[in-house]
Protein backbone atom coordinates (compact mmCIF):
# COMPACT_ATOMS: atom_id res chain seq x y z
CA UNK A 1 0.00 0.00 0.00
CA UNK A 2 2.72 2.50 1.36
CA UNK A 3 4.91 3.72 -1.94
CA UNK A 4 7.69 5.57 -2.52
CA UNK A 5 6.36 7.74 -5.20
CA UNK A 6 5.58 10.54 -3.11
CA UNK A 7 8.65 10.89 -0.65
CA UNK A 8 9.75 14.67 -0.24
CA UNK A 9 6.75 15.87 -1.75
CA UNK A 10 5.32 19.13 -0.41
CA UNK A 11 1.47 18.99 0.33
CA UNK A 12 0.38 22.69 0.45
CA UNK A 13 -2.47 22.60 -1.85
CA UNK A 14 -4.53 19.97 -2.92
CA UNK A 15 -4.06 20.80 -6.20
CA UNK A 16 -0.52 20.09 -5.88
CA UNK A 17 -1.13 16.29 -6.17
CA UNK A 18 -2.73 14.60 -9.21
CA UNK A 19 -6.27 12.91 -8.31
CA UNK A 20 -4.42 9.28 -8.48
CA UNK A 21 -1.78 11.13 -5.84
CA UNK A 22 -4.98 11.91 -3.57
CA UNK A 23 -6.59 8.87 -4.49
CA UNK A 24 -3.34 6.80 -3.03
CA UNK A 25 -3.37 8.89 -0.04
CA UNK A 26 -6.95 7.98 0.64
CA UNK A 27 -6.16 4.34 -0.07
CA UNK A 28 -3.75 4.65 2.79
CA UNK A 29 -5.65 6.63 5.18
CA UNK A 30 -8.26 3.70 4.55
CA UNK A 31 -5.24 0.93 5.57
CA UNK A 32 -3.98 2.70 8.09
CA UNK A 33 -7.43 3.17 9.51
CA UNK A 34 -8.32 -0.44 9.51
CA UNK A 35 -4.96 -1.08 11.34
CA UNK A 36 -5.29 1.22 13.81
CA UNK A 37 -9.38 -0.11 14.49
CA UNK A 38 -7.46 -3.33 14.80
CA UNK A 39 -4.81 -2.52 17.12
CA UNK A 40 -2.50 -3.67 14.44
CA UNK A 41 1.24 -1.31 15.04
CA UNK A 42 2.20 0.13 11.96
CA UNK A 43 5.52 1.95 12.81
CA UNK A 44 6.05 2.86 9.32
CA UNK A 45 8.25 5.89 10.63
CA UNK A 46 10.21 5.17 13.29
CA UNK A 47 12.46 7.30 14.83
CA UNK A 48 11.44 10.33 12.45
CA UNK A 49 10.88 13.55 13.58
CA UNK A 50 7.78 16.52 12.13
CA UNK A 51 8.33 20.24 13.46
CA UNK A 52 4.38 21.47 13.52
CA UNK A 53 4.64 25.19 13.58
CA UNK A 54 1.02 26.49 14.65
CA UNK A 55 0.88 30.81 14.18
CA UNK A 56 -3.19 30.07 15.15
CA UNK A 57 -4.49 27.81 17.66
CA UNK A 58 -5.66 24.56 17.20
CA UNK A 59 -7.41 21.14 18.80
CA UNK A 60 -7.56 18.37 15.68
CA UNK A 61 -4.87 19.51 13.75
CA UNK A 62 -2.50 19.38 16.57
CA UNK A 63 -3.56 16.65 17.92
CA UNK A 64 -3.90 14.16 14.66
CA UNK A 65 -0.33 15.10 13.65
CA UNK A 66 1.10 14.16 16.94
CA UNK A 67 -1.15 11.14 17.96
CA UNK A 68 -0.29 10.41 14.23
CA UNK A 69 3.08 10.37 14.09
CA UNK A 70 3.70 8.90 18.00
CA UNK A 71 1.87 6.03 16.18
CA UNK A 72 3.93 5.67 13.80
CA UNK A 73 7.03 5.44 15.31
CA UNK A 74 7.87 8.50 15.23
CA UNK A 75 7.52 11.98 17.36
CA UNK A 76 6.57 15.17 16.32
CA UNK A 77 7.80 18.67 18.37
CA UNK A 78 4.86 21.57 18.51
CA UNK A 79 6.31 24.89 18.10
CA UNK A 80 3.97 27.93 19.17
CA UNK A 81 5.38 30.60 16.33
CA UNK A 82 4.93 33.26 18.95
CA UNK A 83 7.57 31.64 21.48
CA UNK A 84 10.09 31.30 18.25
CA UNK A 85 12.16 33.42 16.78
CA UNK A 86 9.79 33.87 13.87
CA UNK A 87 8.24 36.44 16.52
CA UNK A 88 11.50 38.20 16.24
CA UNK A 89 11.08 38.09 12.28
CA UNK A 90 13.50 35.03 11.45
CA UNK A 91 13.00 34.12 7.62
CA UNK A 92 10.87 31.20 6.48
CA UNK A 93 14.25 30.53 4.16
CA UNK A 94 16.45 30.03 6.85
CA UNK A 95 13.78 28.63 9.30
CA UNK A 96 13.20 25.80 6.52
CA UNK A 97 17.01 25.17 6.17
CA UNK A 98 17.56 24.99 9.74
CA UNK A 99 14.67 22.55 10.37
CA UNK A 100 15.37 19.91 7.54
CA UNK A 101 18.92 19.17 9.04
CA UNK A 102 17.13 18.46 12.60
CA UNK A 103 14.29 16.20 11.03
CA UNK A 104 11.93 14.69 8.41
CA UNK A 105 9.28 17.32 7.53
CA UNK A 106 7.98 20.51 8.26
CA UNK A 107 4.09 21.56 9.21
CA UNK A 108 2.86 24.58 9.15
CA UNK A 109 -0.51 26.54 9.70
CA UNK A 110 -0.96 29.99 9.33
CA UNK A 111 -4.44 30.77 8.22
CA UNK A 112 -6.06 34.61 9.34
CA UNK A 113 -3.98 36.68 7.15
CA UNK A 114 -5.40 36.96 3.76
CA UNK A 115 -2.03 36.70 1.52
CA UNK A 116 0.60 35.84 3.85
CA UNK A 117 0.18 32.12 5.31
CA UNK A 118 0.17 30.18 1.91
CA UNK A 119 3.11 32.52 0.45
CA UNK A 120 5.20 31.84 4.08
CA UNK A 121 4.73 28.26 3.69
CA UNK A 122 5.64 28.07 0.03
CA UNK A 123 8.57 29.95 0.72
CA UNK A 124 9.99 27.64 3.49
CA UNK A 125 9.32 24.78 1.23
CA UNK A 126 11.75 26.18 -1.53
CA UNK A 127 14.62 26.23 0.99
CA UNK A 128 13.85 23.06 2.81
CA UNK A 129 14.63 19.74 1.64
CA UNK A 130 12.13 18.07 3.33
CA UNK A 131 8.50 18.10 2.80
CA UNK A 132 6.66 20.69 3.77
CA UNK A 133 2.64 19.91 4.72
CA UNK A 134 0.06 22.67 5.21
CA UNK A 135 -2.06 22.27 8.12
CA UNK A 136 -4.33 25.37 6.94
CA UNK A 137 -3.38 28.74 5.17
CA UNK A 138 -5.17 31.22 3.82
CA UNK A 139 -6.23 29.72 0.78
CA UNK A 140 -6.90 25.65 1.63
CA UNK A 141 -7.09 23.75 4.62
CA UNK A 142 -5.80 20.25 2.38
CA UNK A 143 -5.39 18.20 5.28
CA UNK A 144 -9.29 19.06 6.60
CA UNK A 145 -10.56 18.87 2.82
CA UNK A 146 -8.90 15.00 2.35
CA UNK A 147 -10.44 13.86 5.36
CA UNK A 148 -13.50 15.12 4.31
CA UNK A 149 -13.35 13.44 1.00
CA UNK A 150 -12.66 10.21 2.61
CA UNK A 151 -15.82 10.57 4.86
CA UNK A 152 -17.75 11.31 1.79
CA UNK A 153 -16.49 8.25 0.68
CA UNK A 154 -17.22 6.04 3.29
CA UNK A 155 -20.74 7.07 2.76
CA UNK A 156 -21.37 6.85 -0.87
CA UNK A 157 -18.61 5.73 -2.41
CA UNK A 158 -15.84 6.17 -4.88
CA UNK A 159 -17.70 7.93 -7.78
CA UNK A 160 -18.86 10.69 -6.43
CA UNK A 161 -20.32 12.12 -10.06
CA UNK A 162 -22.91 14.34 -10.07
CA UNK A 163 -24.01 14.84 -6.55
CA UNK A 164 -25.01 17.37 -5.22
CA UNK A 165 -22.82 19.16 -2.44
CA UNK A 166 -24.09 22.68 -0.64
CA UNK A 167 -20.99 24.92 0.63
CA UNK A 168 -22.43 27.34 2.60
CA UNK A 169 -21.49 30.08 4.57
CA UNK A 170 -23.21 29.89 8.04
CA UNK A 171 -23.33 32.67 10.99
CA UNK A 172 -20.83 32.42 14.36
CA UNK A 173 -20.11 34.46 16.65
CA UNK A 174 -16.98 33.10 18.15
CA UNK A 175 -14.45 34.77 15.75
CA UNK A 176 -13.93 35.30 12.29
CA UNK A 177 -13.03 32.05 11.32
CA UNK A 178 -10.78 31.74 8.24
CA UNK A 179 -11.65 31.27 4.76
CA UNK A 180 -9.87 28.04 3.38
CA UNK A 181 -12.33 25.26 4.45
CA UNK A 182 -14.73 26.51 1.91
CA UNK A 183 -11.95 27.62 -0.53
CA UNK A 184 -10.36 23.80 -0.03
CA UNK A 185 -13.43 22.23 -0.56
CA UNK A 186 -15.30 23.81 -4.21
CA UNK A 187 -11.51 23.34 -5.40
CA UNK A 188 -11.40 19.56 -4.50
CA UNK A 189 -14.76 18.42 -4.48
CA UNK A 190 -15.35 19.68 -8.09
CA UNK A 191 -12.42 17.65 -9.84
CA UNK A 192 -14.32 14.23 -8.18
CA UNK A 193 -17.19 15.93 -11.05
CA UNK A 194 -19.53 17.01 -7.63
CA UNK A 195 -22.04 19.66 -8.43
CA UNK A 196 -21.27 22.14 -6.12
CA UNK A 197 -23.38 25.12 -4.28
CA UNK A 198 -21.46 27.94 -2.68
CA UNK A 199 -23.57 30.08 -1.27
CA UNK A 200 -22.84 32.83 1.14
CA UNK A 201 -24.01 36.89 1.77
CA UNK A 202 -22.73 39.49 -0.21
CA UNK A 203 -20.27 40.87 1.69
CA UNK A 204 -18.41 37.56 2.42
CA UNK A 205 -17.01 36.56 -0.79
CA UNK A 206 -14.04 34.17 -1.27
CA UNK A 207 -10.88 34.86 -2.85
CA UNK A 208 -11.23 34.76 -6.88
CA UNK A 209 -9.03 32.54 -8.11
CA UNK A 210 -10.22 30.09 -5.87
CA UNK A 211 -13.55 30.68 -7.37
CA UNK A 212 -11.87 30.97 -10.78
CA UNK A 213 -10.16 26.97 -10.01
CA UNK A 214 -13.50 25.48 -8.78
CA UNK A 215 -15.12 26.78 -12.55
CA UNK A 216 -12.21 25.46 -13.97
CA UNK A 217 -12.26 22.08 -12.59
CA UNK A 218 -15.86 21.07 -13.10
CA UNK A 219 -15.71 22.01 -16.44
CA UNK A 220 -12.93 19.62 -16.82
CA UNK A 221 -14.59 16.80 -14.63
CA UNK A 222 -18.00 17.40 -15.77
CA UNK A 223 -19.13 18.41 -12.28
CA UNK A 224 -20.38 21.70 -11.63
CA UNK A 225 -19.88 25.21 -9.72
CA UNK A 226 -22.32 28.05 -8.88
CA UNK A 227 -22.26 30.58 -6.48
CA UNK A 228 -25.92 31.88 -4.75
CA UNK A 229 -26.75 34.19 -1.93
CA UNK A 230 -29.23 32.18 -0.29
CA UNK A 231 -28.88 29.49 2.19
CA UNK A 232 -31.67 27.14 1.96
CA UNK A 233 -30.61 26.75 -2.46
CA UNK A 234 -27.32 25.30 -1.10
CA UNK A 235 -29.85 23.09 0.58
CA UNK A 236 -32.10 22.18 -1.59
CA UNK A 237 -31.84 18.88 -2.89
CA UNK A 238 -28.34 18.46 -1.77
CA UNK A 239 -26.84 14.86 -0.89
CA UNK A 240 -24.51 16.69 1.69
CA UNK A 241 -24.16 20.24 3.15
CA UNK A 242 -21.20 21.66 4.84
CA UNK A 243 -22.76 25.09 6.21
CA UNK A 244 -19.74 26.62 8.28
CA UNK A 245 -18.35 30.27 9.20
CA UNK A 246 -15.96 32.49 7.45
CA UNK A 247 -14.44 36.21 7.89
CA UNK A 248 -14.87 39.09 5.22
CA UNK A 249 -12.00 38.50 2.96
CA UNK A 250 -10.81 42.65 3.75
CA UNK A 251 -11.53 42.59 6.96
CA UNK A 252 -9.46 40.13 8.66
CA UNK A 253 -6.82 42.64 10.21
CA UNK A 254 -10.48 44.09 12.05
CA UNK A 255 -11.90 41.17 13.20
CA UNK A 256 -14.68 42.89 15.46
CA UNK A 257 -15.98 44.71 12.25
CA UNK A 258 -16.03 41.33 10.40
CA UNK A 259 -17.98 39.92 13.19
CA UNK A 260 -20.34 43.36 13.13
CA UNK A 261 -20.89 42.39 9.22
CA UNK A 262 -21.73 39.20 10.54
CA UNK A 263 -24.29 39.51 13.05
CA UNK A 264 -26.86 41.17 9.97
CA UNK A 265 -27.16 37.32 8.98
CA UNK A 266 -27.94 35.50 12.23
CA UNK A 267 -30.94 33.76 10.27
CA UNK A 268 -27.64 31.68 8.42
CA UNK A 269 -28.01 28.50 10.58
CA UNK A 270 -28.30 24.84 9.65
CA UNK A 271 -31.57 23.67 11.53
CA UNK A 272 -34.09 21.03 10.96
CA UNK A 273 -35.99 22.74 8.57
CA UNK A 274 -33.32 22.75 6.36
CA UNK A 275 -32.08 19.95 6.45
CA UNK A 276 -35.58 19.04 5.70
CA UNK A 277 -34.76 20.57 1.94
CA UNK A 278 -31.94 18.13 1.52
CA UNK A 279 -32.09 14.62 0.29
CA UNK A 280 -33.51 12.06 2.75
CA UNK A 281 -30.31 10.92 3.23
CA UNK A 282 -27.84 13.68 3.19
CA UNK A 283 -24.90 13.95 5.01
CA UNK A 284 -24.20 17.27 7.47
CA UNK A 285 -20.64 18.08 7.66
CA UNK A 286 -18.69 20.69 9.88
CA UNK A 287 -14.55 20.93 10.29
CA UNK A 288 -15.00 21.95 13.51
CA UNK A 289 -15.20 23.49 16.03
CA UNK A 290 -18.52 24.31 15.55
CA UNK A 291 -20.90 27.46 17.08
CA UNK A 292 -23.48 25.87 18.77
CA UNK A 293 -26.50 27.37 18.18
CA UNK A 294 -25.16 30.03 15.80
CA UNK A 295 -24.06 28.15 12.74
CA UNK A 296 -25.89 25.03 13.59
CA UNK A 297 -28.36 23.62 16.19
CA UNK A 298 -27.53 20.64 18.94
CA UNK A 299 -30.47 18.87 16.76
CA UNK A 300 -29.04 18.63 13.68
CA UNK A 301 -25.04 18.50 14.83
CA UNK A 302 -26.37 15.50 17.14
CA UNK A 303 -28.66 14.17 14.71
CA UNK A 304 -28.85 11.25 12.25
CA UNK A 305 -27.45 12.87 9.04
CA UNK A 306 -23.96 14.29 11.15
CA UNK A 307 -20.86 12.82 10.48
CA UNK A 308 -18.96 15.51 11.79
CA UNK A 309 -17.27 12.58 14.62
CA UNK A 310 -16.30 10.86 11.44
CA UNK A 311 -14.99 13.47 9.91
CA UNK A 312 -12.76 14.93 12.92
CA UNK A 313 -11.70 10.89 13.20
CA UNK A 314 -10.75 10.75 9.81
CA UNK A 315 -7.96 13.80 9.87
CA UNK A 316 -5.90 11.24 12.37
CA UNK A 317 -6.22 9.01 9.63
CA UNK A 318 -5.19 11.15 6.87
CA UNK A 319 -2.72 13.30 8.71
CA UNK A 320 -0.77 9.74 9.15
CA UNK A 321 -0.85 8.42 5.33
CA UNK A 322 0.35 12.01 4.50
CA UNK A 323 3.25 11.87 7.08
CA UNK A 324 3.79 8.10 5.96
CA UNK A 325 3.48 8.75 2.02
CA UNK A 326 6.26 11.82 2.54
CA UNK A 327 8.46 11.27 5.09
CA UNK A 328 11.47 9.11 4.56
N1 LIG B 1 -10.85 21.44 11.70
C1 LIG B 1 -9.70 21.87 12.24
O1 LIG B 1 -8.74 22.19 11.55
O2 LIG B 1 -9.71 21.88 13.60
P1 LIG B 1 -8.62 22.58 14.54
O3 LIG B 1 -8.71 24.06 14.27
O4 LIG B 1 -9.03 22.22 15.93
O5 LIG B 1 -7.28 22.07 14.18
New binding site residues.
Given amino acids: MITDALVGRDYIETSDWTTAEIDTALDVSADLKTKFRAGEPHRLLPDKTIFLFFFD ?6 NSFEAGITQLGGHAHFIDAATSQISHGESPRDTGIILSRYGHAIAIRHDLVPGEGNAYMREVAKHADKPVINM ?1 CDID ?1 PC ?1 TLADLMTIREKFGRNLKGMKIGVSWAYAPSYAKPMSVPQGLIMLMTRYGMDVTLAHPVEFELMPHTLERARKNAAESGGAFRVVHEMDEAFEGAQIVYPKSWGCRDLFHKPEESLAVGKKYTSWICDERRIGLTDADSIYMH ?3 ADRGSEVTDEVIDGPHSVVFDEAEN ?1 LHTAKALMALTMR
Fill in positions: KSTRTRQHQCLPR
